[in-house]
């Protein structure tokens, strides 16, 4: 049972602040975390491996300093960390992070569980999974809450709405996981140890994943930034004043008069 | 400046108005709007022609169509599709083209004709037994198989978990851009869809084009697109296409679908909302948001705060990371307003807000703001509605 599990640094967007002067993000002191759908997935897949036993190899698209989250993943339990690292990757959308990440597990071979996070907290979109799977032609489960493995397939509860489905694909199959899946963990102090002496961040470029360079980066991406801006407040409203029976009973009058509240 | 023609009412073969004279039998252009023309008009002489501009209009264009997914679960839409549709309507008026749904069904049972009521010139209809349910590849292989063939420039999905399950997939095997939970959706230049989606947890909102590959495809968040009104007289076009299915082209094997038997909380749908947040200070004092929510006949909403104090179900949370909502009524009881919960709220008509602290961000969305306790004002406002 070999497991790749994809995962993606992404700023805190609970520790996201906004310029007021100039409408962008700060980025600087923001801290970096995993993402924390992609923690539940790799946590998930070491729970698998553990029991299935088999190669656990966790890859991340990024900069550099991406590489702090492969050694988390690896103090987790992870065998091995690949970090795809190359300018050519850089401002991929969607689509083209897909090329890029299915390149790169065609490229690692052999696998049977691909097991990705629902979606990353920075762009919430929820898409590169289902794309990768795509891009292998391999079944996908999206949204999943419990996986279990037996006999070369993978049953899973896929969460929906208003309840969930019981799906069934056989191996390989790729699952995106979200956080109901499994509990939290952190790395233990001898994982953290083992994570920076005894393994290893190999890093891949473009040509490493054999990845098509006319279907990754920026120029190849079909969507793009047209602009970016703050949400813009509504238009500021007005405080009542007054003591607190005369506010009331302001608000009820607009509220008879808008036809809110009926019958009285 | 109008456009005339001399009535059959008219005794006359021939009018002189004001040194214009227009005979019985012609059609003219361009008449200056004087006392003259006005009078003859209103005494039946003069009948005003329709602007022939408007007449094109209503003649769509083919092809290029503005499609969305007409997701069903049990043989009935998903209300997000209704508000897609009213949006897909005024794009492709933009456009001057159709809008066509696609709806994977086993049996259409008047589905289609209320799809029309709702906008769609075009229904593009498959009947399966295999599409009874939900199932990625099916789903996949039918809509990537009839955008191949139709050519849609536009393509709209609601951002469900079907839909954010779907459209990926169709995505990337038919190369082309998808961007994902839009909360806005315009025509801009070169007639390229602008597509308006919050990221960074709502703190940033970006604007997306798909400017080469076709078709230009989103997701979009329920419950922000406004539902036009139904319109049973309007016309449409029912078109049943066929799909060559089979067992072999499922991948991925739906064995049960479970309900959760547990109150459903419809914040999506709800017309009012009444939420609490961490100014409740405890568990128990959520009741007063329930008891004021009970008279208004309104759902129970939530701050994050609230829900992560334990103090309600996430079910009721609103916000970039909850629902997002947009009801006539969204009053808004202790809570202080961070980015993420004005993300899910902020397009309800009328927000009222009641908060102790007066600088409260919550003030710069609320139509009506109350900086007064919470514990004072609710009982009071509990107390006028009892009474009427």
Not at chain 1, 89 to 96: E, I, N, P
Not at chain 2, 41 to 49: A, F, K, T
Not at chain 2, 324 to 334: E, M, N
Request: hydrophobic residues 40%; glycine residues 8%; neutral net charge.
């Amino acid at each position: 049972m070999n497991i790749i599990v994809c995962v993606k640094q992404v700023p805190d967007t609970n520790e996201v602040k906004i310029d007021q002067k100039t409408g962008t993000l700060v980025r600087e002191g923001v801290p970096t975390i995993m993402n924390p759908d992609d923690k539940h997935a790799l946590i998930e897949a070491v729970k698998i491996k553990n029991k299935h036993k088999g190669e656990l190899t966790v890859v991340s698209m990024g900069p550099p300093q991406a590489e702090e989250a492969l050694r988390e993943a690896l103090a987790l339990g992870a065998d091995e960390a690949i970090l795809l690292c190359d300018r050519a990757f850089a401002g991929s959308d969607t689509w083209a992070t897909a090329n890029a990440l299915g390149s790169a597990i065609k490229a690692i071979g052999n696998y049977d569980l691909l097991l990705f996070g629902r979606q990353a907290i920075d762009g919430d979109t929820a898409q590169v999974g289902p794309q990768v799977a795509e891009f292998l032609n391999v079944p996908q489960i999206t949204y999943a809450q419990k996986i279990e493995i037996s006999d070369g397939k993978v049953k899973a509860e896929r969460q929906m709405e208003e309840g969930y489905e019981v799906i069934e694909a056989k191996l390989p199959c790729l699952v995106t996981c979200i956080s109901e899946i499994n509990e939290t963990e952190y790395p233990t102090l001898d994982g953290i140890k083992e994570a920076y002496r005894n393994k290893k961040v190999g890093v891949w470029n473009a040509d490493d994943a054999k990845a098509d360079k006319s279907k990754i980066g920026l120029l190849s991406s079909p969507t793009s930034v047209k602009k970016s801006f703050t949400p813009p407040a509504k238009g500021q409203g007005q405080i009542l004043r007054g003591t607190t029976k005369d506010v009331v009973k302001r608000i009820v009058s607009i509220l008879k008069e808008k036809e809110l509240v009926g019958g009285f | 400046m109008v456009k005339v023609k001399v009535s059959v009412n008219c005794p006359e073969t021939h009018l002189n108005l004001g040194g214009i004279v227009l005979i019985k039998g012609n059609n003219f252009e361009d008449v200056p709007d004087m006392p003259e023309i006005r009078q003859s008009i209103d005494s039946g002489y003069l009948e005003v022609l329709k602007e022939e501009k408007t007449e094109v209009k209503e003649k769509k264009k083919e092809g290029d169509e503005v499609l969305v997914f007409a997701e069903q679960r049990n043989g009935r839409i998903a209300r997000v599709v209704f508000e897609l549709l009213g949006k897909a309507r005024e794009l492709a008026d933009k456009l001057n083209v159709k809008t066509a749904v696609i709806l994977s069904v086993d049996k259409d049972n008047e589905l289609s004709k209320e799809l029309i009521s709702y906008g769609a010139d075009k229904v593009y209809i498959f009947e399966n037994p295999l599409l009874k349910n939900y199932q990625t590849d099916l789903y996949a292989k039918v809509i990537c198989e009839h955008i191949k063939k139709e050519k849609p420039q536009i393509v709209l999905y609601g951002a469900t978990h079907i839909g954010r399950d779907l459209a990926p997939r169709i995505a990337q095997r038919i190369n082309t851009g998808l961007t994902a939970d839009c909360t806005g959706l315009d025509i801009t230049e070169g007639n390229l869809l602008l597509q308006t989606r919050p990221a960074f947890g709502g703190n940033l909102m970006a604007q997306i084009i798909c400017r080469k590959h076709r078709p230009q495809m989103s997701t979009v968040r329920p419950g922000v697109m406004k539902i036009k009104e139904k319109d049973a007289n309007r016309k449409g076009e029912i078109v049943k296409v066929s799909a060559e299915l089979s067992e072999k082209d499922m991948m991925v094997k739906i064995l049960d679908i479970v309900k959760e038997a547990k109150k459903k909380v419809n914040l999506e749908e709800a017309e009012i909302i009444v939420s609490g947040g961490r100014g409740l200070g405890k568990k128990e004092n959520f009741k007063l948001i329930e008891e004021l929510a009970k008279l208004l006949n309104a759902e129970v909403g939530a701050s994050r705060a609230a829900v992560d104090s334990g103090w309600i179900a996430k079910e009721h949370q609103v916000g970039q990371t909850g629902k997002t909502v947009s009801p006539k009524l969204y009053i808004a009881v202790g809570i202080s307003g961070a980015i993420q919960h004005k993300a899910g709220m902020q397009n309800s008509d009328l927000i009222i807000a009641i908060n102790k602290d007066p600088d409260a961000p919550i003030f710069e969305v609320a139509d009506y703001g109350i900086a007064d306790d919470l514990f004072k004002v609710v009982p009071e406002m509990i107390s006028a509605l009892t009474k009427g």
